[in-house]
């Protein structure tokens, strides 16, 4: 069950020679574990593993059909996938501190930010790849990543910062995971308390370990689109049908902590972006992760938007007391079947933010580069443990989105990216031979994209760390107060004493 890692080359153009053409690519074929596969494009096979049948060639042909993914589509897939999943059902709660007007602005502001911030980290990723190719080092058996990709352009420090960050932040984003499913199955049954159900998904989490790289993902990146698609449409239609609850009211923004709250968690739900290296890595085509990024988020509106807006529209400030959308629906088999699909989704979104996190502990102990998969894998089961326990002691769904966002996402996925960039290409001989040079839509200009990069950096830093890292932390604090840690239902009816 190994994936395919790919030693690949990097064409003049940016673009990845190709082993086979795209009509042969289903065929089944015998990968040689220890040689390079390089990507699609060209007309003759340069990769050792040699196409070829097998005694179980319907075996082979299903594994390439489900497990085996690179092309773009995939990466829309994934990318879509792992974009939204629990956040839809704290984006109405965001809509309720932020307002209508404000909801919908901060999420079509996050999402255009995060794909300027996705184009910048597939620029730096094609450079080093094409330098470190040209200096012959192969990444077979190797996943490349962002804080590798930064200590590479810019040294041990850059490395060190993109280390800290980005494996901190999916580390909260899969514990985020865990407290979602928590609180999201309480729905369903409510004979058991918020934090029984944690324990329960925390064991079911750890089978998570046996999905090797960012390639294996294409069924269930497949399955979460249509778990999201339902989910947020259920909560379109069924919050049209329920209608206005009596005496709805809409203060919106009425204090500056509620506020920055909810922008910092749709800052949170627009960060998929923290695991754009490893998607490309596992690419045919990695350049063209950008597009794909892009239309991930453009799908994405128009789930969240209908969704957020309609329950907002529905229930109105009642969405300030409880976080989770589901809780103000009736009973219904459609609800059932929201909450169900959700959780499936919420196992996949976890598989997909440990990953990055799995793989640097693998490469800290040195088991990365092993031709054994079982050793990787048992390797990773501390990680989960860890994540499992942290997600016990902190079950603050909503107010921990808000947090990580403010905190983690600003940094890892906005502020480095544009700093990293600028840095970089400051000298003119990196912007000569940079792979992607500036998009035509501002006509070529370096200038112009350090003047973006800027605005980005200076945006992220006064919105997203100052004010709304104040007020998440704030209200993050005021939760531990009323409910403490380890709380054993939170924000679930009196029958539960908190612990």
Same mark, same amino acid.
């Given at each position: 069950?190994?994936?395919?890692?790919?030693?690949?080359?990097?064409?003049?153009?940016?673009?990845?020679?190709?082993?086979?053409?795209?009509?042969?690519?289903?065929?089944?074929?015998?990968?040689?574990?220890?040689?390079?596969?390089?990507?699609?494009?060209?007309?003759e096979?340069?990769?050792?593993?040699?196409?070829?049948?097998?005694?179980?060639?319907?075996?082979?042909?299903?594994?390439?059909?489900?497990?085996?993914?690179?092309?773009?589509?995939?990466?829309?897939?994934?990318?879509?996938?792992?974009?939204?999943?629990?956040?839809?059902?704290t984006?109405?709660?965001?809509?309720?501190q932020?307002?209508?007007a404000?909801?919908?602005?901060?999420?079509?502001?996050?999402?255009?930010?995060?794909?300027?911030?996705?184009?910048?980290?597939?620029?730096?990723?094609?450079?080093?790849?094409?330098?470190?190719?040209?200096?012959?080092?192969?990444?077979?058996?190797?996943?490349?990543?962002?804080?590798?990709?930064?200590?590479?352009?810019?040294?041990?420090?850059?490395?060190?910062?993109?280390?800290?960050?980005?494996?901190?932040?999916?580390?909260?984003?899969?514990?985020?995971?865990?407290?979602?499913?928590?609180?999201?199955?309480?729905?369903?049954?409510?004979?058991?308390?918020?934090?029984?159900?944690?324990?329960i998904?925390?064991?079911?989490?750890?089978?998570?370990?046996?999905?090797?790289?960012?390639?294996?993902?294409?069924?269930?990146?497949?399955?979460?689109?249509?778990?999201?698609?339902?989910?947020?449409?259920?909560?379109?239609?069924?919050?049209?049908?329920?209608g206005?609850?009596?005496?709805?009211?809409?203060?919106?923004?009425?204090?500056?902590?509620?506020?920055?709250?909810?922008?910092?968690?749709?800052?949170?739900?627009?960060?998929?972006?923290?695991?754009?290296?490893?998607?490309?890595?596992?690419?045919?085509?990695?350049?063209?992760?950008?597009?794909?990024?892009?239309?991930?988020?453009?799908?994405?509106?128009?789930?969240?938007?209908?969704?957020?807006?309609?329950?907002?529209?529905?229930?109105?400030?009642?969405?300030?007391?409880?976080?989770?959308?589901?809780?103000?629906?009736?009973?219904?088999?459609?609800?059932? /079947?929201?909450?169900?699909?959700?959780?499936?989704?919420?196992?996949?979104?976890?598989?997909?933010?440990?990953?990055?996190?799995?793989?640097?502990?693998?490469?800290?102990?040195?088991?990365?580069?092993?031709?054994?998969?079982?050793?990787?894998?048992?390797?990773?089961i501390?990680?989960?443990l860890?994540?499992?326990?942290?997600?016990?002691?902190?079950?603050?769904?909503?107010?921990?989105?808000?947090?990580?966002?403010?905190?983690?996402?600003?940094?890892?996925?906005?502020?480095?990216?544009?700093?990293?960039?600028?840095t970089?290409?400051?000298?003119?001989?990196?912007?000569?031979?940079?792979?992607?040079?500036?998009?035509?839509?501002?006509?070529?200009?370096?200038?112009?994209?350090? /003047?973006?990069?800027?605005?980005?950096?200076?945006?992220?830093?006064?919105?997203?760390?100052?004010?709304?890292?104040? /007020?998440?932390?704030?209200?993050f604090?005021?939760?531990?107060?009323?409910?403490?840690?380890?709380?054993?239902?939170?924000?679930?009816?009196?029958?539960?004493?908190?612990?």
């Open positions: 069950m190994m994936g395919y890692n790919r030693g690949d080359t990097l064409s003049g153009s940016g673009e990845h020679s190709s082993p086979l053409p795209l009509a042969r690519e289903l065929l089944p074929r015998r990968i040689d574990s220890n040689s390079d596969q390089t990507e699609q494009g060209s007309s096979p340069t990769f050792a593993g040699k196409p070829g049948t097998s005694d179980n060639g319907w075996i082979s042909l299903l594994s390439l059909v489900l497990w085996e993914g690179g092309s773009s589509f995939d990466a829309w897939l994934t990318a879509s996938s792992v974009q939204v999943a629990q956040v839809l059902l984006l109405p709660y965001s809509f309720a932020l307002g209508l404000s909801g919908i602005a901060f999420q079509i502001l996050y999402g255009f930010v995060g794909c300027w911030a996705c184009y910048l980290m597939t620029a730096l990723y094609a450079d080093y790849r094409s330098i470190k190719e040209n200096q012959h080092v192969s990444f077979k058996n190797h996943t490349i990543q962002w804080y590798e990709v930064l200590g590479g352009l810019l040294g041990p420090w850059w490395k060190a910062v993109g280390l800290i960050f980005s494996t901190t932040y999916l580390f909260c984003g899969s514990i985020i995971q865990l407290v979602a499913c928590g609180s999201t199955v309480y729905y369903i049954n409510d004979t058991l308390p918020k934090r029984t159900w944690t324990l998904f925390g064991a079911l989490f750890i089978f998570t370990v046996l999905i090797p790289t960012a390639q294996n993902y294409r069924l269930w990146s497949f399955l979460g689109i249509l778990m999201t698609t339902y989910t947020a449409w259920y909560l379109t239609i069924a919050a049209a049908l329920n206005q609850v009596p005496d709805v009211k809409y203060t919106e923004a009425n204090s500056l902590e509620l506020y920055f709250t909810g922008a910092s968690n749709i800052l949170y739900a627009f960060g998929g972006h923290a695991v754009t290296i490893e998607i490309m890595h596992a690419m045919w085509r990695p350049r063209k992760y950008k597009v794909m990024y892009l239309y991930a988020v453009l799908y994405i509106f128009s789930l969240t938007i209908p969704s957020a807006s309609a329950v907002y529209w529905a229930f109105g400030d009642r969405l300030l007391t409880i976080t989770n959308a589901f809780a103000f629906f009736p009973k219904t088999k459609f609800r059932d /079947a929201a909450v169900c699909v959700m959780l499936m989704h919420q196992f996949i979104e976890f598989s997909f933010s440990s990953l990055p996190v799995h793989l640097v502990w693998e490469k800290a102990i040195g088991v990365h580069h092993s031709n054994h998969f079982t050793i990787r894998a048992l390797s990773r501390p990680i989960v860890v994540m499992w326990l942290i997600s016990l002691m902190v079950p603050f769904f909503g107010p921990i989105n808000s947090a990580v966002g403010s905190l983690l996402v600003t940094g890892t996925v906005y502020i480095i990216p544009c700093l990293a960039h600028m970089y290409y400051s000298n003119s001989a990196a912007r000569k031979s940079a792979i992607e040079q500036p998009p035509v839509w501002i006509f070529r200009s370096w200038r112009v994209m350090f /003047a973006i990069n800027a605005c980005v950096v200076v945006l992220m830093v006064t919105v997203g760390v100052g004010m709304g890292g104040w /007020a998440s932390i704030k209200f604090v005021k939760q531990v107060h009323s409910f403490g840690l380890f709380a054993k239902c939170y924000q679930c009816p009196k029958k539960y004493k908190q612990l």
